[in-house]
């Protein structure tokens, strides 16, 4: 089958400790100590095979590319891999992912052939100390497709029917294509599910919200919100078409943060007047650009606000405590999307929300590696794969 396939070489770097576990499977902890000179590669791999009774094999319709997938063969000066993550090499990448069930292992019961699903890329151990609690997104050994075992840039993908996800519902009632397109967005958007929500415990009706960051899990946190009853949202991008998305997912407005952060306070200046002077209710931090916004947006927070963390830190930050000992304001995040997938499909099967907006750009995958060099200009919300489609159903690589 044809896949995209990311390959590094495994220079552990001076002075990195590795357990012993690391160092026998070739599978790193942080990709950052170990797996140099990363390079993706498109070709031929064999079709994955049922191993277990509870497996099942997904024809892959849609294969979302996250800004992860970017930064993955991203490299420092010195070669190594940028990315913080777990990762085991050479792979399949790709943990957005959906498609139809084209066969199923003896155990599975809850799924039938030909069923439109959404894959969870998180597959937590079930024994740790955080799965015990009950908090499987904080699970310790967690295996995560596209990043420890092979993920949906490919043609064909198995995993466990644990961590499939029914699309029927949004299917029925919008058709196969919706579904699929919904399939690909769900992984982000669960995971801003799982931070407004169930991390952050949400916010009452009437709340103001800001979001600053408008990929896929900004816009998602736009569309939650709106859902969940705010009464003014406020999005911060640098890209025009972001904000545009923003916009028409239900943002009452959006601020390119370039213009606003010309000025010093422009930030905080443009928070208090959406909110007419009251602070924001709850923030949600989604740019990885922490070390710049926090000392913006915490001079506007309102009293016993919220911040919800869930970018992908650029650079550890010295924070200030004063604001949240002022406010009574708290700070939470995740990087989990475990508990998301059911609500949002629930939500997209009832026509309250629709998330398959967000997507820009469609791919056949003999152009998936200018696919991703297209998405690592994050202009586009959200850039996807179809790895069945005949490049002349689409045209040639193409924008929508
Ligand atoms: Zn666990």
Redesign the pocket.
């Known amino acids: 089958m044809l896949a995209i396939t990311l390959s590094a070489d495994w220079e552990p770097r001076e002075g990195a400790r590795l357990t012993s576990n690391e160092l026998a499977g070739h599978f790193a902890g942080d990709a950052r100590q170990v797996w140099r000179n990363p390079h993706f590669q498109l070709g031929q791999r064999p079709l994955p095979r049922i191993d277990a009774p509870g497996d099942v094999i997904v024809k892959v319709h849609r294969a979302g590319i996250a800004r992860s997938n970017c930064k993955m063969g991203d490299s420092d000066a010195e070669g190594y891999v940028l990315l913080p993550y777990r990762m085991r090499l050479p792979l399949i990448p790709g943990h957005e992912i959906a498609g139809e069930i084209v066969e199923k292992g003896t155990a599975v019961r809850h799924l039938q052939v030909g069923d439109p699903v959404a894959i969870q890329a998180l597959q ?5 100390r ?2 015990l609690q009950g908090k ?1 997104n904080q ?4 295996g995560f497709s596209g990043f420890t075992s092979d993920g949906g840039m490919a043609q064909y993908f198995v995993t466990s029917a644990r961590f499939v996800h029914s699309l029927l519902p949004v299917a029925e009632r919008f058709g196969f294509d919706r579904a699929m397109d919904v399939g690909a967005v769900c992984e982000p958007a669960a995971m801003a599910y799982v931070g407004l929500f169930r991390q952050a415990g949400g916010f009452l009706p009437g709340a103001t919200i800001a979001i600053f960051g408008c990929g896929p899990i900004g816009l998602s946190c736009v569309s939650l919100a709106r859902c969940a009853g705010a009464a003014k949202i406020v999005a911060f991008d640098r890209t025009q078409n972001r904000l545009r998305h923003a916009l028409a997912l239900g943002a009452d407005m959006a601020v390119n943060v370039r213009d606003a952060a010309d000025q010093e306070n422009g930030v905080s200046e443009a928070l208090l007047e959406f909110s007419g002077g009251m602070g924001i209710d709850l923030v949600i931090e989604a740019t990885g650009d922490a070390w710049n916004l926090f000392p913006q947006f915490e001079k506007a927070l309102a009293i016993g606000a919220k911040v919800v963390s869930l970018g992908v830190e650029r650079k550890p930050m010295p924070i200030s405590l004063f604001p949240y000992q002022e406010t009574g304001a708290w700070l939470t995040g995740t990087m989990g999307h475990i508990g998301g997938f059911e609500p949002l499909i629930a939500l997209h099967a009832s026509e309250r929300m629709d998330l398959s907006t967000i997507i820009d750009a469609r791919f056949d995958l003999a152009n998936g590696l200018q696919a991703l060099q297209v998405a690592s200009r994050f202009d586009e919300a959200k850039v996807v794969l179809l790895p069945h489609a005949e490049p002349a159903s689409i045209g040639d690589a193409q924008a929508i």
């Open positions: 937590p151990c079930g024994s740790c955080a799965c499987p699970c310790l050994e967690t």
